[in-house]
């Protein structure tokens, strides 16, 4: 048993040292594995690249500014609504000279969205505009993404812009709450080529922020125009009342609240109110951001890596070398 375990320790010392003296031998053939491993990957057909980037919502610092313009915009009211309180008149009367109307004002204003701004709601309404496929669509031909000129017709344009529009995705946008820090709103892209796609998402933020920004202006002066045009009205109902109430004492009532309603500054007030907010100032808003410089690209399924199949190549390429190193040098020692 002895003798045999020996002849075993000389037999592998043998193979060792056969392997070092044909040691370049082994070496070139790890080479030209490394070659075919290169080549093959050259010819592969070219992976799609994922590109997941971060959407986040604003500060705690930026929204307490919304915060202050909600408590101004629901508190103001307009004076005249106070002096209305203070008429020495019965129900009746009240019915008959339509006074009270304009409080309904204050109960619409404080139901609108624009008097209750806060991270939700802006925030929500970033998402739902980068899930608009038209808007994007729009934004892809305005910072020119994909080049019209390379492409021979309208049609093959339209598309490919399309096609590219239904590559882009909102994650967990439904399920996520804004105080869940482990489920972030991701934008999802998946493309052969992620060229210029950061300085895409730096331009769809500006445009969706300056969009965003100008349908709440629109909402406040829809609501201002509202006001205005409840303000007229009543004013023509009191100068009809007026002129055809008799009584001395419903003249003067009269004649006081439209005094009141033409002096009332609730309109240059609530505008005030709104230039000094975060909305009015374009430098400064923004419902949301997208963290364009930290956009993480993934290969498109579980695929290896190319130093991986550069490892496997190497290893495999080590035992043929040894393999045919070890015939060879028995072929030739029978010989």
């Known amino acids: ?18 392997i070092w003296r044909k040691k370049l031998i ?18 592969q057909p070219e992976k799609k ?9 604003l500060t705690v ?3 307490a500014k919304y915060k202050i313009y909600n408590l101004f915009i629901t508190t103001i009211k307009p004076a005249y609504l106070s002096e209305n309180n203070k008429l020495d008149i019965n129900n009746e009367q009240s019915q008959q000279l339509n006074i009270g109307k304009t409080i309904k004002i204050i109960e ?11 991270k939700k709601f802006l925030f929500n309404l970033f998402i739902d505009r980068l899930k608009q496929k038209s808007n994007l669509i729009n934004a892809i031909k305005k910072f020119n993404l994909i080049k019209k000129e390379d492409y021979l017709s309208n049609i093959k344009y339209e598309e490919a812009v399309n096609k590219l529009a239904t590559s882009f995705s909102i994650q967990n946008a439904d399920e996520v709450s804004l105080e869940d820090k482990t489920l972030p709103v991701m934008i999802k892209y998946e493309a052969y080529d992620t060229k210029n796609w950061e300085s895409f998402l730096k331009f769809i933020e500006k445009e969706t922020n300056i969009e965003i920004q100008k349908k709440l202006s629109e909402m406040l002066n829809n609501y201002i125009n509202y006001v205005k045009t409840i303000k007229k009205f009543e004013l023509e109902d009191l100068e009809n009342q007026i002129a055809t109430n008799t009584t001395e004492s419903e003249r003067n009532i009269l004649e006081k609240k439209k005094s009141v309603l033409l002096t009332d500054k609730y309109v240059e007030r609530i505008q005030s109110i709104f230039s000094s907010s975060p909305i009015s100032k374009s430098n400064d808003f923004y419902a949301a951001k997208i963290v364009y410089d930290s956009t993480d690209y993934r290969i498109a399924g579980a695929e290896s890596s190319k130093g991986v199949m550069y490892i496997i190549a190497s290893i495999f390429g080590t035992i043929i070398g040894i393999f045919f190193v070890l015939i060879a040098n028995a072929i030739q020692t029978r010989n």
Not at 49 to 57: C, M
């Open 61 to 63: 610092y930026d929204e």
């Open 49 to 57: 690249i994922i590109a997941l980037t971060e959407v986040r919502p």
């Open 1 to 18: 048993m002895s003798k045999k375990i020996v002849s075993d320790e000389i037999d592998l010392l043998d193979v060792i040292l056969i």
């Open 26 to 43: 082994v070496i070139f053939i790890i080479f030209i594995s490394l070659i075919l491993m290169f080549s093959y990957l050259r010819v």
């Open 108 to 118: 619409e204003v404080n139901n609108l969205e624009i008097n209750n701004i806060n």
